[in-house]
């Protein structure tokens, strides 16, 4: 409840309210508190933009007010109207992917605005290579160690079995 200038004690349109000061012990004053709801104000998207977030702002759940930038690189690639109009086109379900990808996609096109993700792809695919030639190139040296381990097993049975053939 909330006491207005004349005494009168008035219901506070919020929902919670949060005592402010106890200077009269018949009316204390409240100060109103915002409902208490899963909205943490503008998303980092509505926020660069300058447009009013509401609830059901389609960015709101992918781009949250503290990761700016990850707007911010998604929007400088692709657009804000694109974003928009790709995650309306797909279920629910898909869109926390599309986004983790977009947002992957344009932080590689910032980094290598040439070849962006293709140029990352391209870089593994060759270390990949790279590391399977030397596997094989170990596996290699690898088979020559036991050849010859082998040989000199079969060598040294041969000379002590000689030797034992002498002493008897």
């Known amino acids: ?54 609830e059901g702002c389609i960015l709101a759940p992918y781009f949250p007010p503290n990761e700016p930038f990850k707007f911010i690189n998604a929007h400088k690639v ?23 990808s977009m947002v992957y996609e344009a932080n590689a096109r910032i980094r290598d605005p040439v ?8 870089q593994l695919q060759k270390q990949i290579n790279d590391l399977k030639t030397e596997l094989a190139m170990a596996q290699a040296e690898l088979s020559i160690m ?12 041969f000379f002590l079995g000689r030797l034992n053939l002498d002493y008897c």
């Open 78 to 100: 692709y657009g804000a109207s694109n974003i928009v109009k790709t995650l309306q086109e797909l279920p629910q379900s898909n869109r926390a992917d599309a986004v983790s």
């Open 146 to 157: 036991q050849c010859q381990q082998l040989q000199q097993n079969a060598n040294a049975s």
């Open 1 to 54: 409840m909330e006491c207005d200038d004349n005494g009168k004690t008035t219901i506070p349109l919020a929902v919670s309210c949060i005592p402010f000061s106890s200077s009269s012990p018949s009316c204390s004053r409240f100060l109103l508190s915002p409902p208490i709801t899963g909205f943490q104000g503008p998303c980092a998207g509505c926020r660069f933009l300058r447009r009013r977030c509401n």
């Open 115 to 122: 070849y962006g993700c293709a140029g990352t792809i391209s």
